[in-house]
């Protein structure tokens, strides 16, 4: 369980932060949010990355071990904008585009992003691995750049990495490893583009399109 305060890359503040005995994820990120100082959030968007253990998300773990140099696999396989509001992390929403999207709303309709409840990462079981990371850059920038990449495909087509990721979960007539055909993962490339809209690059040198959480 990992947390930090700025920056992107290897950072000497990211620091391990123990979960305690049955405390829930909501509650450990709760605890790290504390940790960090009640951020301005007119200067800081906050992350998190998570690792689910389920056939799917140990694939996508798989599929990132390219760019590990241990060649082990990630401990990630989802990454989330956490908007909250100015008192903590109560009420508080994630957004990310999962490999599996909801019927409703259609997914041409916002490029594939889906808001959900902080509630949905709360299950210590179904994601044991959890990061929380804080950038230097204003919220409300972000998510209005957000809102923007979900009415303009243009800029980057979610649903086209969607599939390619669920291709090579699935085991889809021998499709390849989408990392080595730069086609990042779905969530991370969300990611991106809107951080980069707001004028801040998560992973300098990496195109928006080849991103992945272990990037991050």
Not at 7 to 22: A, T, Y
Not at 94 to 115: D, K, M, S, W, Y
Request: glycine share 6%; hydrophobic share 40%; aromatic share 8%.
């Amino acid at each position: 369980m990992l947390k930090n305060r700025s920056g992107s890359g290897r950072n000497p503040e990211i620091v391990e932060q123990e979960r305690r005995r049955s405390e829930k994820n909501d509650g450990w990120l709760e605890r790290a949010f504390k940790d960090l100082g009640q951020p301005d959030l007119k200067k800081t968007t906050l992350l998190v990355l998570a690792g689910g253990k389920d056939q799917l998300a140990t694939r996508v773990r798989i599929a990132q071990s390219a760019l590990r140099n241990d060649r082990l696999p990630s401990y990630w396989s989802d990454c989330f904008l956490l908007k909250i509001r100015d008192d903590g992390l109560e009420g508080a929403k994630v957004f990310h585009v999962p490999l599996i999207q909801p019927a409703r709303p259609f997914a041409t309709e916002r490029n594939g992003v889906v808001e959900e409840d902080l509630a949905f990462l709360s299950d210590r079981d179904e994601w044991p691995n959890l990061a929380l990371l804080a950038f230097p850059v204003d919220q409300r920038d972000v998510v209005s750049k957000l809102k923007r990449f979900m009415i303009d495909r243009n800029s980057l087509d979610a649903l086209e990495h969607i599939l390619k990721w669920l291709a090579y979960a699935w085991g889809v007539s021998r499709t390849p490893n989408p990392v080595h055909e730069d086609m990042g993962f779905p969530s991370a490339c969300m990611l991106e583009v809107a951080f980069s809209a707001a004028q801040l690059d998560l992973t300098p040198g990496l195109a928006s399109k080849v991103s992945c959480p272990e990037a991050i």
